[in-house]
């Protein structure tokens, strides 16, 4: 079961730690429970993906992004977010994320990609797919309270100049984000399974080995 997604907020150096801590023990607790004799009541609090948050000021990933990311991404499936989008025009969104997606590519840091579409699959997923592929990183704005726009109430954020929507495609890539998660959510649980399982064969086989040469 996808877990709630791990939200990276204001981190200061070092803090990272805890979190690879909490990722490893989950999967951790899990692989020692699917060893046990109650494997259909095993509690999955495993992490499958993390939303990385980066912030919207400045030019592009700081070293301790960097870094981070690298401690990450053999871990859990990174989704990297342009955070506070509505701060920055059109234009300074679609250099920023330029200018992250060749840092990530860079620094080898491996992110969530979105899988190939088959050739029979309906046009309209198709296009889907290609609009969201298009879209990362996604930059996203957020807002807990109802404006009126439009006639309408909308999720958004009122500023002198005018209406950001949050669900408003024009205005922030929320919607994308929200879809990607939804239709993926499969995907994202299973694009580390394979590495992870191979991982916990080799522990299973050095603990063992171990054990025999214990004896």
Known sequence: MLESMLRLWKLKSGDFKSIIKYIDDQ???FFHGERGLNRRNIAD?????CFYFISPFGHG????DIEFMK???????????ISKADVLTKKEVADLKTRVTKEITANGIKVYSLPDVDEDEDEDYKDEVR????????????STTFIEAKGKKVRGRLYPWGVVEIENPEHSDFVKLR????????DLQ???????KKMQEIMAKMQAEMSVHKV
């Open 45 to 49: 609090n495993r992490v499958h993906c």
């Open 61 to 64: 990933l700081k070293p301790f």
């Open 131 to 142: 609009q969201l592929k298009e879209a990362m990183p996604f930059a996203v704005s957020g």
């Open 71 to 81: 401690q990450l991404h053999n871990k859990v499936n990174i989704v990297p977010v």
């Open 190 to 196: 299973e694009e580390k399974e394979a590495e992870l």
């Open 179 to 186: 879809t990607m998660l939804i239709t993926h959510m499969q």
């Open 27 to 29: 999967f951790e607790k």
